[in-house]
């Protein structure tokens, strides 16, 4: 897989803060920086970035963050994630979210949030299958124009 795929995201990077320039490894060290809360922007928390894999293919990205501020509280909370669109409907979005909570639980969480697209049938399944209870709906503005968003809490 070429990893420039990872850049073509539209709302969110498949990897955040890589570059195609960035040797790999200097990528794994910017992650584990801003795991401890270094080299972030001011809009950023500490977060930790896992991936999914099937064989030794990268099919998916799981982001982590440690904590939320004013921006994550409303709209993409403590998890998010994206699978490649060739490897949806195989459960990798399940599989990633459910090894991922006890992670939350070890960074002193009792619950996450997690939000989506109202419209994002795919996403909101899985968020319900992991135990998420719907606590409302927003409006936001978003690149793309106002979009309604689903926020989800997952007790720890």
Same mark, same amino acid.
């Given at each position: 897989?070429?990893?420039?795929?990872?850049?073509g995201a539209r709302s969110a990077p498949f990897a955040p803060g890589?570059?195609?320039?960035?040797a790999f490894g200097a990528y794994l060290?910017?992650?584990g920086a801003q795991e401890k809360g270094q080299a972030?922007?001011?809009s950023l928390v500490p977060f930790t970035v896992l991936f999914g894999f099937i064989g030794s293919i990268i099919v998916g990205r799981i982001t982590l963050r440690h904590r939320l501020n $004013?921006?994550?509280?409303?709209v993409g909370g403590h998890i998010g994630y994206s699978v *490649?669109?060739?490897? #949806?409907?195989?459960?990798? $979005?399940r599989s990633m979210l459910t090894q991922t909570l006890p992670r939350a639980?070890? *960074?002193?969480?009792? #619950?996450?949030?997690?939000?989506?697209?109202?419209?994002?049938?795919?996403s909101y399944k899985v968020i319900e299958r992991c135990g998420g209870v719907l606590e409302n709906k927003i409006e936001v503005?978003?690149?793309?124009?106002?979009?309604?968003?689903?926020?989800?809490?997952?007790?720890?």
């Open positions: 897989m070429a990893v420039e795929r990872w850049t890589y570059e195609p320039t960035l060290d910017l992650l972030l922007s001011p $004013a921006r994550f509280d409303r *490649l669109p060739e490897y #949806r409907k195989r459960g990798v $979005a639980r070890a *960074l002193g969480l009792g #619950r996450v949030l997690l939000t989506c697209d109202d419209d994002n049938i795919g503005d978003t690149d793309f124009g106002p979009r309604l968003k689903r926020r989800y809490w997952i007790a720890l």
